[in-house]
């Protein structure tokens, strides 16, 4: 199909149309950046390319009522701003250095060109090579990061993307290539509009396209964060009993897998609470957590029963591996102090129960379940209590809880 199929697409007009995009495509970011408030991540950077768009194509529409300088080296310069803030917008979304110098390097290469072809009459194929290999690089790169970061997952905001992103540098490194062949000039945004009807359609498609799909990220991103959120303990960071409970049947549907559940407390913890106040107990709490945490393992799953007990499932582990968990967690808490505040601290003691699930055996019943192994730590953690406190106990094969602690 050629561009006589399309009549009614005229260059100039579509020119006027991606501008108008623009604007509100960064209007339509912006305004999302201000409803989600702190958790924008990079909301603000994309609104800043779309509005970039929308005045590069502004100034591309008034060409030949403006003067040259202006319709082509500074609309060039500004097209060149929209893949830099790209790439800021999803640096920021990920959390990653965004290479300013890099970007400083690429915005310097691409403008030589068309700062050339204006001031020294170089053919028109040098803006359009530089322009394309620094747009491609920006792309590409952006591409590769979101790939790095999120993989290919079907029917994902981030896959359509990544996908848009490589794709668009494939089209730049193309471009390149051909005004290297000497067809630039039929390329270029600065002659032969008769050309440009298709092109123009890509680059609405890509300002609509691509600003959703950054949008959609967002939006999945900070849905994806309520949801851990709801499931971790305010104060701790670990998971709320009805979390760790879910992961635990999870890890209990896995018949062949051995694993261990540990019940831990902080000792005489009431005594701190009496002595030190509510918020020196929340920091004790608080430290106690932080130490389980490290103290784990990434397949392992750690939560907050209530008060200052913790339960932790040790995935692949037996009882000679869970017993050797406890001690080191023990240990290592009877080594902190905790501090309160300039001229106060304290140290603390922890006690551990732990149940390991019996092995699946041919007649041997039902598997043994999250709960039922809770209940033999939590009466280990009891005689451990019992014992003197500041040790771990294995549960029995079968026991019944004994008693409160």
């Known amino acids: 199909m050629n ?3 399309l009549p009614s697409l005229d260059p100039t007009t579509l020119l006027f149309t991606i501008s108008l ?3 509100a495509s960064a209007a339509f970011a912006l305004s999302s950046a201000r409803a989600i408030g702190a958790g924008q991540v990079g909301l603000v950077e994309w609104g800043q390319a779309m509005a970039a768009v929308g005045g590069a194509f502004l100034l591309f529409f008034l060409r030949g009522h403006a003067p040259a300088w202006l319709t082509y080296v500074a609309a ?3 097209v060149l701003t929209v893949p830099a803030f790209g790439w800021l917008a999803y640096a ?7 290479h300013r110098r890099t970007i400083a390097a690429l915005l310097a290469f691409g403008i030589v060109g068309p700062v050339a072809v204006h001031a020294l009459g170089s053919g028109l194929g040098v803006g359009v090579f530089t322009m394309s290999v620094a747009m491609a690089a920006f792309l590409a790169m952006t591409g590769h990061l ?9 029917a994902a905001p981030s896959t359509f993307a990544s996908a848009l992103m490589l794709l668009l540098a494939l089209v730049f490194v193309v471009r390149a290539v051909i005004s290297l062949a000497g067809a630039g000039a039929s390329v270029s945004m600065a002659s032969d509009r008769g050309h440009m009807a298709w092109p123009l359609v890509i680059g609405t498609l890509f300002v609509s396209g691509a600003t959703v799909g950054f949008v959609m990220m967002v939006h999945d991103r900070r849905r994806r ?3 851990y959120n709801a499931s971790r303990d305010a104060l701790t960071g670990l998971l709320t009993r009805a979390a760790f409970f879910e992961a635990a049947a999870a890890a209990q549907a896995l018949d062949d897998e051995p694993y261990s559940l540990v019940v831990v407390d902080i000792d005489r913890f009431k005594d701190i609470n009496d002595s030190h ?3 020196g107990g929340d920091i004790v709490l608080a430290q106690a957590a932080r130490l389980v945490l490290r103290s784990i393992r990434s397949q392992d799953v750690a939560g907050r029963f209530g008060g200052d007990e913790f339960c932790i499932v040790l995935r692949g582990c037996g009882e000679a591996e869970a017993t050797q968990f406890c001690e080191r967690l023990i240990f290592e808490a009877s080594q902190l102090r905790v501090q309160l505040t300039d001229d106060r601290s304290l140290g603390f003691t922890m006690s551990a129960g732990h149940a390991t699930r019996l092995a699946s055996r041919v007649g041997a019943g039902p598997v043994e379940s999250a709960e039922d192994l809770f209940e033999r730590a939590d009466a280990a953690l009891y005689l451990a209590k019992r014992g003197g406190r500041a040790r771990a106990v294995a549960a029995l ?3 019944a809880p004994v008693g409160k602690h």
Not at 146 to 154: A, D
């Open 397 to 399: 094969t079968a026991a």
């Open 225 to 227: 964060d309520e949801l």
């Open 277 to 279: 106040g509510h918020r």
């Open 3 to 5: 561009s006589s199929a």
């Open 21 to 23: 995009l623009g604007f």
């Open 76 to 78: 060039n310069s500004i």
């Open 92 to 98: 920021r979304f990920f959390d990653v250095d965004p």
């Open 146 to 154: 979101i790939v790095r970061r999120n993989g290919w997952q079907i």
